[in-house]
């Protein structure tokens, strides 16, 4: 049960260390701070420069309304004005604003199939282009069609907004020409033509000159221009476009209004104007059926004489006349309605169910007068006959009138409520959020390369909890490296504590010292080594050595690293391989040093066979000499995976301190380091971190915390 506890609280720590720690990526990136600085200021200066490169734009809007209910004319007709009305919804007017047939001559009215653009990249950066508005433009067809030609503006500065030239591809001058002038130049064969509408431009400025495709202009306009309904089913259309001159911005979409307009009038006056040619056509046989009817019912009167009707009589012609009269209005609105929709639809269906009822009634109605003497049969025909055909042509006039009328007065079913205006302020850059944008930019690339950096480094050991866990070996310590380092390496001073005794690695080494005391209890002889050069061994022997020293303990320092030592002021003279080979005599080997009152046996001046000095008996009577002497021997020696000396040396200590460079010694060659110790039968060890970074987060060394305690009020406090 113990076992499963101890195995549940592994896997909740090992889940929690591979949880990312946003304040450990803080530290991180805060450590780093200067690589972020300055992709930041990258960053700003990029986005500085971006913003004013990107030519202003300006935007402009109109609004349109749509009478989806129709207009007065169509209401004053009556039912002849609803058969004409064909209201358009708000969706269908959208589309038809951005149709080819508005659009195509909105692109030749505004010549927008030509333009000039500044070359110059200076005068952009600072927003002083000038301007040049082209009305025509064609280049001879014999040139490629990317080729540069150019206008430049004069270099007399009380002509350069009037006076240019013309440079073709060639970098040949074809024209001189002057504003509002249109020119026409034989080139290669061809025709050059051009005409500048208006011109701003500094002495000498340039200007590319460019001809497109009219579709390729109309593409363009369509996706410059945003066409969208105000609301929910309100009629009411706003057009938007942008454009980089607010004036032209302006100028296109009032054209696209008045285009769109004056075309949606223009096709419901052609309505109007089919209707009225249709009607006349039919009123001269209208005429002469009414003419033939009066004609044919004279004629009867003057032959029978004059006859009387019954009450009887009368009702049923008033009746009948109502009837043909009926039927025919029915039969000149089915003729119309078929103009416009196939015979499935449903008003034409109703039509013609009207017709037919109508016609069952004249039919009830003739049965009904067949009672009635011959002559009242015929004269109630005849003048039935004349009274519809009256009412037939009269009605026929009115409405030729009516349509003449909304022919002259259509406004159509579209108004513009408000026409664009000039804009003073661009929509477009905006500066603010490209500057942000950019330095965050900077920000996040600074970070990936910091992160990218610390990945390509991440074999490095940086978790003393992780060692431990892995390996069993206890750390005893974790020491930053701080500026004081290099200001003691500058003085050339033995121990850190002699430069600054409250530096938060002083504090470190202090706590490295407590361990080891507990750890030594009363063992005479340590080995200090590392994995690999660069460790900063003989850095920890040495303040070590002076920090057990400043107990009032008597410690002798001996540097057996014959190949790389640099712990003796006196160089590679008389030292400990001198002595081991019988040159020099023990008391001139050991050095003295006063201001760490330690003292020191270097290495020597002999280099050759280090393993053998160190395994020789010379060596080990040394050690048991300077036991009775010192209370603490303190052996520094060559890395443990660079060569064999410290596992020769290692026979001879009673504890083993092995030197973890922070952030690059792996956790593979730790393992292969202490496998060598465990092989040489080394019970006693431990670990320290040296030249630790700071990086934020709970896997940061931590010092800094509450140091400063009892080290006097004029001293800052440190900080991690």
Same mark, same amino acid.
């Given at each position: ?30 450590? !780093? ?8 200021? *990258? ?41 004409? %009305? ?7 007017? +959208? ?55 150019? &206008? ?16 073709? /591809? ?26 500048? &509408?208006?011109?701003?431009?500094? /002495?000498?400025?340039?200007?590319? *000159? ?36 607010? %004036? ?5 979409? @009032? ?21 009225? $040619? ?12 009414? %003419? ?47 103009? *416009?929709?196939?015979? #499935? ?22 049965? $009904?007068? =067949?009672? *009635? ?29 009516? &349509? ?20 003073? !302020?661009?929509?477009? /850059? ?47 310590? =974790? ?12 003085? !050339? ?54 920090? +057990? ?71 080990? @009577? ?22 064999? #000396? ?13 030197? +973890? ?53 004029? =001293? ?5």
């Amino acid at each position: 049960m113990q076992q499963n506890n101890v195995n549940m609280d592994y896997a909740q720590q090992k889940n929690a260390d591979d949880e990312i720690d946003i304040l450990e990526l803080v530290g991180v990136l805060l450590a !780093k701070w200067p690589i972020l600085a300055v992709f930041v200021v *990258l960053g700003t200066v990029s986005g500085f420069i971006v913003s004013n490169y990107i030519r202003p734009v300006f935007s402009s809007d109109a609004l349109l309304q749509v009478d989806l209910n129709g207009n007065s004319a169509s209401l004053a007709m009556g039912e002849m004005g609803a058969l004409l %009305d064909a209201a358009s919804p708000a969706d269908a007017e +959208i589309q038809l604003i951005r149709s080819r047939r508005v659009l195509s001559v909105v692109v030749d009215k505004e010549h927008l199939s030509y333009g000039a653009t500044p070359v110059a990249l200076l005068p952009r950066l600072l927003h002083k282009e000038g301007r040049v508005d082209v009305g025509l433009l064609h280049f001879p067809e014999v040139y490629e069609p990317d080729a540069n030609w150019f &206008l430049v503006a004069s270099s007399d500065s009380s002509l350069s907004n009037s006076h240019y030239q013309i440079v073709d /591809p060639m970098q040949k001058v074809i024209l001189e020409g002057i504003v509002g002038d249109t020119y026409r130049v034989p080139v290669a064969g061809d025709t050059f033509a051009i005409q500048i &509408l208006n011109m701003m431009a500094s /002495p000498s400025e340039k200007f590319r *000159l460019f001809e497109s495709d009219p579709r390729q202009a109309l593409d363009a306009l369509r996706n410059q221009l945003s066409v969208t309904e105000q609301g929910k089913k309100t009629g009411i259309i706003q057009m938007q476009i942008h454009h980089r001159y607010a %004036d032209r911005a302006a100028h296109i979409l @009032n054209s696209i209004a008045d285009t769109y307009v004056r075309q949606n009038v223009e096709s419901r006056s052609e309505e109007a104007t089919k209707t009225l $040619e249709f009607l006349e056509k039919q009123l001269p046989g209208v005429k002469a059926k009414l %003419d033939s009817a009066e004609q044919i019912l004279s004629s009867y009167r003057q032959e029978e004489g004059s006859i009387d009707l019954s009450g009887e009589a009368r009702g049923v012609l008033e009746k009948r006349m109502q009837l043909e009269k009926s039927l025919l209005e029915l039969q000149q609105k089915y003729e119309e309605t078929t103009r *416009l929709f196939k015979e #499935d639809h449903p008003t034409v269906l109703s039509l013609k169910k009207q017709q037919n009822q109508l016609r069952r009634e004249m039919a009830k109605l003739s049965e $009904e007068t =067949k009672d *009635l003497p011959t002559k009242q049969q015929e004269i109630l025909r005849l003048q039935g006959d004349v009274n519809v055909n009256n009412a037939i042509y009269t009605n026929m006039l009115n409405n030729i009138q009516q &349509l003449r009328v909304v022919q002259a007065g259509e406004v159509g079913n579209v108004r513009v409520v408000d026409y664009a205006r000039i804009e003073i !302020k661009p929509v477009k /850059p905006r500066k603010l959020v490209i500057l942000l944008g950019f330095i965050a930019g900077g920000f996040i690339l600074g970070a990936c390369l910091i992160f990218v950096l610390r990945l390509l480094s991440s074999r490095g050991i940086r978790s003393s909890s992780d060692v431990e866990r892995e390996t069993g070996v206890s750390v005893y310590a =974790k020491v930053p490296e701080t500026a004081q380092m290099k200001k003691m390496k500058k003085m !050339k001073t033995f121990s850190l504590v002699e430069v600054d005794s409250e530096d938060v690695a002083c504090e470190a080494l202090r706590t490295l010292r407590t361990s080891l005391e507990f750890s030594m209890m009363d063992s005479k002889v340590l080995l200090v080594t590392g994995l690999s050069p660069g460790s900063g061994k003989s850095f920890i022997s040495k303040n070590l050595a002076a920090l +057990i020293a400043m107990n009032g303990k008597k410690v002798l320092l001996i540097d057996t690293d014959f190949r790389a030592s640099y712990m003796s002021s006196r160089g590679r003279k008389r030292g400990l391989s001198d002595y081991l080979l019988g040159q020099i005599a023990l008391d001139e080997a050991v050095e003295h040093l006063d201001g760490a009152q330690v003292d020191l046996l270097g290495a020597g001046s002999y280099s050759s066979s280090p393993s053998e000095m160190i395994s020789s008996k010379a060596f080990e @009577n040394l050690l048991n000499e300077m036991k009775s002497k010192y209370d603490l021997i303190i052996v520094d020696s060559a890395p443990v995976l660079a060569v064999a #000396d410290a596992l020769v040396a290692s026979r001879y200590a009673d504890f083993v301190l092995l030197v +973890i460079h922070y952030g690059h010694d792996s956790m593979e060659a730790l393992r292969e380091g202490l496998g060598q110790f465990e092989k040489a039968n080394v019970e006693h060890k431990a670990m320290v971190f040296n030249r630790c970074v700071y990086e934020g987060g709970h896997s940061s060394y931590g010092y800094g915390y509450g140091y400063g305690y009892g080290y006097g009020k004029n =001293k800052k406090k440190k900080k991690s």
